[in-house]
């Protein structure tokens, strides 16, 4: 594709890649990831952030290179994040660029030589902190701010003092390719709402453990003049910059205690349909109090990627858990949904577990350990054997009323 600019000075170096199904090994990306990088010259060229060791991402990075300036010579290497989808590719590039020097946070550099493995006479390796500068001459000044855990240890962001450009690497990212354009004004409002859904999931998936040190990060950029907010996964935000920056705000209160959207998600898990008659019971208690007027998302478990599962439950006020017990114990696919929901601190909701049993309960107490760290706001449990009776019906209904009026 044709390079583009952030301003006279920056060339955005774009990929689309379609030919990896997951990410981070993990998560399904059936709409495909943006690796953005960003060339910024002054008498000196300096690459923030570098690409991934993926075929098509290696042969786009150098294209576009070589379509900015042939032969070009950069000086230096910004690595704001060092995982492998951002430096996959730095062997090979310090080999095929000798002498280029690599600046990183403290973290950072140590992960360029032990975890990345490179090192040796032909690389200088720098480390930079918070408020540190790169001079390339010619006006461009470039400066770092350190924004750990957002979301690996060593993670940084690099401030084009010049243009207003910031280069964040994972913050503000998405999922979801661009194709041949990449800016926020390029985009109808449909495709917007498309890309905003990938950027919730890839918060919820990837960064959702460290909303509270994205809040920090978030006070540290407050002192910046930002005009353009340039992440590595997504779209480059030159329009409307702090519309995202307000949106990971929001993400970052999911689980911190801001507040969250008034919506039900009910997660079902069933085996034979009795859990589901039980659970279209809540919801027509649910909606008894609250008409139309809080949305209810029912995500099937499980059937729906829990990449998927982990978004919409990320956001909603409160969860319904409807699963059976399985083998005197919780429902297994729910149970790993638990699980992740303790990893990524899913903390705050309104929540009622239900479920059938077969000849024995036993998914009541496991539960109630998997949900025990999230600090919910519980209604008891509801539990019944085999199909529901009219009381159980009734009953059922009777919880979805009492969680309607929490909401």
């Given amino acids: ?157 690099t401030f084009d003092m010049k243009s207003g450009a910031l280069f964040s690497c994972d913050a503000f990212g998405g999922y979801g390719k661009t194709g041949t354009r990449i800016f926020d004004d390029e985009f109808t409002p449909a495709e917007h709402a498309f890309y905003e859904a990938e950027s919730l999931r890839y918060y919820a998936n990837i960064v959702a453990t460290f909303s509270s040190f994205v809040l920090k990060a978030l006070e540290k950029l407050e002192n910046l003049d930002i005009k353009v907010v340039a992440p590595s996964h997504g779209i480059v935000w030159r329009k409307h910059p702090a519309e995202v920056i307000a949106r990971y705000k929001k993400y970052a209160g999911y689980n911190t205690g801001g507040p969250l959207e008034k919506e039900v998600c009910v997660l079902l898990g069933t085996m034979y349909g009795h859990t589901e008659k039980g659970s279209d019971a809540v919801i027509r208690g649910i909606r008894r109090v609250a008409g139309n007027s809080i949305p209810v998302n029912v995500l099937h478990v499980p059937e729906t990627d829990v990449s998927k599962v982990l978004a919409a439950a990320y956001k909603a006020k409160a969860v319904v858990i409807a699963a059976p017990t399985y083998e005197y114990r919780l429902f297994p696919p729910m149970a790993y949904i638990l699980d992740l929901f303790g990893r990524k601190h899913f903390t705050g909701k309104k929540a009622l577990r239900i479920g059938s049993w077969g000849w024995v309960g036993g998914a009541k107490k496991e539960y109630a350990e998997l949900s025990e760290p999230l600090k919910w706001e519980q209604i008891e449990q509801y539990e019944w054997q085999g199909l529901p009776s009219d009381n159980d019906l009734d009953i059922l209904e009777k919880k979805g009323e009492e969680l309607g009026r929490l909401i």
């Fill in 1 to 157: 594709m044709k390079v583009q600019k952030i301003a006279s000075h920056i060339h955005v170096l774009h990929s689309d890649i379609c030919n990896h199904p997951l990410f981070e090994g993990f998560w399904p990306i059936p709409d495909g990831v943006t690796l953005n990088s960003y060339l910024v010259t002054g008498l000196k060229t300096a690459l923030v952030d570098l690409t991934a060791s993926w075929d098509e991402a290696e042969q786009h990075l150098e294209e576009q290179l070589s379509a900015v300036a042939e032969p070009l010579k950069i000086d230096y290497l910004i690595l704001n994040h060092l995982e492998p989808d951002h430096t996959g590719f730095l062997p090979e590039f310090c080999r095929k660029n000798p002498g280029v020097e690599i600046l990183a946070t403290p973290k950072g550099c140590a992960l360029v030589k032990q975890f990345l493995k490179v090192s040796g006479s032909s690389v200088t390796i720098r480390e930079v902190k918070t408020d540190d500068t790169l001079d390339l001459g010619d006006g461009v000044v470039l400066k770092f701010l350190e924004i750990p855990n957002v979301h690996w240890p060593e993670t940084m962001v």
